[in-house]
């Protein structure tokens, strides 16, 4: 996945359709012998990313990367189950008083950490209150300090008490658990969990080779049961064209495609005997953010100019080959909390060309670029290297915008040094990327004005004061129409204020060998029974 950051809605990487797949059916799966395949353990998965993972101490992580590993090492109390309903997981039942301030997680027994210390409440209390700490440098923090009190009456139960109403209570439990007996008393951020962790997961930590791959174990003493498929490796491609070579080469077994490789380079029959591929709606959209210190983008004409000289149709059909659709904000269709009725900022570049003589943008040089006060309009859209997709999204945006008189720079930069050293401190003029989203439409983290400190995830600096009290509404009532009144009204408010360019919601395009038996497509996505898929016996290779 190329979208990052927000740790239960990266980890959670699910879409609310029906799913599609795209290829023929998993089960039964029949040996070259022609006798059904036999679920057994053993062999490898070895799956492709673009970007190398930050740090295996989910609640220091901001990127996809680090949260797709940190996924299958730790646990929360609670996941989203195939059909996305919130269900336990380190807690083995939860209670939820009438009233909706209090609920009791009853955890499991018998649950060991990967290196044999046993789960208990002491490490659900103390991630709670790392999180909590000023001292940790955590993004995630704001939904846990909504929390009253928290307490455990025993090794085996958690009681958590909100003062008020706070609707994403439940899920942000999803948040995993860590360890309190390799943590308590040091420093997180200097911890070496950060490179060799220890979770309750799947799969353990075997080994990390910076720039090459990370190789997890299964953890043959699993709650849920042991993983039938002993390795899952990460190798670390920054490139696409050179993954999907790769795939084809057999030297891995699963990636996201491009939508160029899913409709034109996917289809022969040797390749649709050796792979499945998968197509569904994702939960992610892709967006130009303005950095509103920036002194060019503080008029919101500028913004919306920029809006009205893209053709968001063009994109669609040139990038993604017709497999999206147009995004107006920042919750996707086909959710309960998205506004149907905004009004989307058209392609005009008539229209555009007005807004900018309204910001004083009238002149131009003999380049045909736009002037004012001695400046020429030119700024440098910077993204991350690796995704072909926004590459090539980035640069018929260029030609779009030079066609009313704007200069356009792209800067593609490595995707850890992207995320640190550029986003993060808000050193970038116009940034390319995607955000995924979870089920509930809290959006509290991205577009709150406390939430733009260095490495936090409102990083444009966007700040409006409806906005702020409508995120706090949305958040404190467990009444669902007013909750959608609040979050209708934030997705009008995005729409003129055009802090993003809301580009497209993009299709996930998986791809996973045939050879890889279990595959379930579900409105979770195909990775929500990973456990359970398998490799027979005589088609184990590794």
Known sequence: MSCRRCWLKLLLVIVSFALFACSRPDEPARTAGGKEAVPAFGDALVEGTIGEASTLIPI???????????GQIYNGLVKYDKNLAIVADLAESFDISRDGLIITFHLR???????????????VLYTYR?????KTPT????????????????????RVTYASPFAPALASWGMNILPAHLLEGKDITKSGLARQPVGTGPYRFREWVAGQKIVLESNRDYFEGRPYIDRYIYRIIPDTSTMYMELKAGAIDMMGLTPVQYARQTTSPRFTSSFNKYRYPSSSYVYMGYNLRHPLFGDKRIRQALTAAINKDELIQGVLFGMGQKAHGPIVPGRWAYNPNVKDIAYDPQHAAQLLAQAGWKDKNSAGVLVKDGKSFSFTILTNQGNQQRLLTAQIIQQRLRFVGIDVKIRIVEWATFLKEFVDKGKFEVVMLGWSISQDPDMYDVWHSSKTNAGELNFIGFKNDEVDRLLVEGRSTFDIEKRKKAYFRIQEILADEQPYTFLYVPDALPVVSSRIRGVEPAPAGIGHNQIKWYVPKAEQVY
């Open 139 to 158: 993004a995630y923090a704001e939904d846990f300090k909504q929390v009253k009190t928290i307490a455990a009456p025993d090794d085996y139960t958690v």
């Open 109 to 123: 027994k018998g649950v060991r950490w990967h290196d044999g210390a046993p789960f208990t409440s002491r490490d």
């Open 60 to 70: 220091l992580a901001t990127d996809a990367s680090s949260h797709a590993v940190a």
């Open 130 to 134: 790392v999180v909590i700490d000023p």
